[in-house]
């Protein structure tokens, strides 16, 4: 998110500093945060809601394909997701720019995630489209689909096929033991492995 001090802020809003000082005190109007020095810093947010030009924004907001990989090794899977949601957004008739991340569906700092994040909260996006709901998210889905609720975003999940319980429950595993045994080494790296390929197996087997 975009933050301004507070002399630029005051300009954009046409106020004088010590008139955002006072407020400050008063607590009337607050700043987004204020450092340890007693810097004070204004929000994007806070500029647009002081403004009113929500109805402006909404014109201007834009559609957003994300795409993501667990790994390197799946660049060709990712370059087929990354196809197979341009070519919704295509026949949809959107204008779209397309974010792609390689990482952990666990992990939450991902370049392309964080970006899309910042984005939802300047409220420029209008829809974000994923191909699957655990593309976005393995964990804490609901929390990003509330942000967006907040900030006038609307997900929309081109595949929305459940999976069963069993199904969720082993890719679960996978993703949290496949994390950590990226911190392993030696014997212990061998058995998550081993333990991996196990869960793997016997869900493919269940299917069957």
Known sequence: MKYYSIGKFAALIGKTPQTLRDWHKKGSFMPHHVTEGGTRYYSQEQLNHFLGIKGIEARQKKIIGYCRVNSPKQKNDLARQVENVKSYMIAKGYQFTVISDV??????????????????????????????????????????????????????????????????????????????????????????????????????????
């Open 103 to 208: 990482g952990s569906g666990i992990n939450y700092n991902r370049k392309g995630l964080n970006q899309i994040i910042d984005m939802i909260t300047n409220s420029e996006v209008e829809k974000l489209v994923i191909l699957y709901k655990d593309r976005l998210l393995r964990f804490g889905f609901e929390l990003i689909e509330s942000l967006c609720a907040k900030y006038g975003t609307v997900i929309e999940i081109i595949d929305n096929t459940e999976k069963t319980e069993e199904q969720e429950l082993v890719e679960d595993l996978v993703q949290i033991i496949t994390v950590f045994s990226c911190k392993l080494q030696g014997k212990r790296a061998h058995k998550a492995k081993k333990m991996i390929k196990e869960l793997l197996e016997n869900d493919n087997g269940c299917e069957g």
